[in-house]
């Protein structure tokens, strides 16, 4: 039904009722509150270059209210989002790009890492792709900036696509590689994960949308129930099981195999349901619920999907 109503809001702005009810992430990462306050608990993040949908507006400063290509919503401060009516924002979408691939990266404002800055970036931010200048990439803002990023940190997004590893392997490389990164409650970018933002930024660097968190994470794709049973890039979940036998899911991580797992919980850390082994994790062991298969099932479910085929990038 979500996926209708996507569908069904964007042949309405095709038809002009919904004008600069659409908007482009402006900022690194974009900060989505419960409330359109400052003070307000933070309840995800969006990344530059995210195509969003304005919901409406509110708070003393006139805050939107943001739906993510993941179906979900929360309140951004309005500096962090470029408003765009339906052609600017299918302009943006339809214009090659850029994809930042490090980590972090700086975008400075010439070709030369002396030159100033115009924003940090990090692995997952889309710019609009300008062309090559020496060693670095010309790159577009949503709000018309315009910066150089190193060709080191960022790939144009057709060759990319092309270059890109979706193996299980390469998949749980990237989840490593962030080892030692520090939790964030709602946090959804290397600078600081929850859990299933942990998840949810792995799998994005390698161009997959999967649902936000654990929760509906976890009733996606397969339920593996038996430990036994799971394979490398298998999530496993971890929580209480209700009275009413169904599961409590409060934790996510990426299985590695070998009884081991990964997973963010005050910082990225490898874990082990098995007691001989060095990483033992004796809490989480306590709260194994289940397993889920999702690599299997991408763009063959609405809310397993790329951004070839999530209708928030459609051109």
């Not at 993040?45 to 400063?61: F, K, M, N």
């Not at 800055?117 to 090559?132: E, F, I, N, P, Q």
């Not at 036998?245 to 409060?250: D, L, N, W």
């Not at 709260?287 to 690599?295: A, M, P, T």
Request: net charge negative; hydrophobic share 40%.
């Amino acid at each position: 039904m979500k996926r209708l109503f996507i569908l069904v809001c964007f042949l309405l702005i095709g038809l002009g009722a919904f004008a600069q009810q659409w908007g482009v992430v402006n900022v690194s990462v974009c900060n989505m509150r419960e409330v359109p306050e400052y003070s307000a608990e933070m309840v995800s993040q969006a990344l530059l270059g995210t195509p969003v949908h304005i919901l409406q507006t509110g708070g003393s400063y006139n805050w939107p209210e943001v739906q993510t290509p993941d179906t979900y919503t929360g309140w951004v401060h309005k500096d962090a989002i470029t408003y765009m009516d339906f052609e600017q924002y299918h302009a943006w979408n339809a214009a090659p790009k850029v994809v930042v691939t490090s980590l972090f990266t700086i975008i400075y404002k010439e070709a030369d890492e002396t030159s100033g800055t115009v924003s940090d970036a990090v692995a997952g931010c889309r710019l609009r792709y300008l062309g090559r200048k020496g060693r670095f990439i010309r790159a577009g803002f949503p709000d018309g900036r315009i910066g150089y990023v190193s060709k080191q940190d960022a790939m144009q997004e057709a060759e990319w696509r092309k270059s890109l590893d979706n193996s299980t392997k390469a998949i749980l490389e990237t989840a490593k590689s962030m080892m030692g990164f520090p939790y964030l409650w709602a946090g959804m970018s290397p600078k600081g994960m929850d859990c299933s933002g942990f998840v949810r930024t792995v799998l994005f660097m390698h161009d997959i949308i999967i649902p936000r968190d654990a929760g509906p994470q976890s009733r996606e794709g397969d339920r593996i129930e038996k430990m036994e049973d799971l394979v490398p890039g298998d999530l496993v979940f971890f929580g209480r099981w209700r009275e009413d036998g169904t599961p409590g899911v409060s934790h996510v991580g990426f299985y590695l195999g070998g009884g081991r797992f990964i997973h963010s919980l005050g910082l990225v850390k490898i874990g082990s349901f098995n007691k001989e082994d060095a990483c033992y994790d004796a809490y989480n062991t306590g709260r194994y619920l289940f397993g889920g298969r999702v690599l299997p099932y991408i763009n063959q479910d609405p809310d397993l999907t790329t951004t070839l085929t999530n209708p928030f990038y459609a051109e």
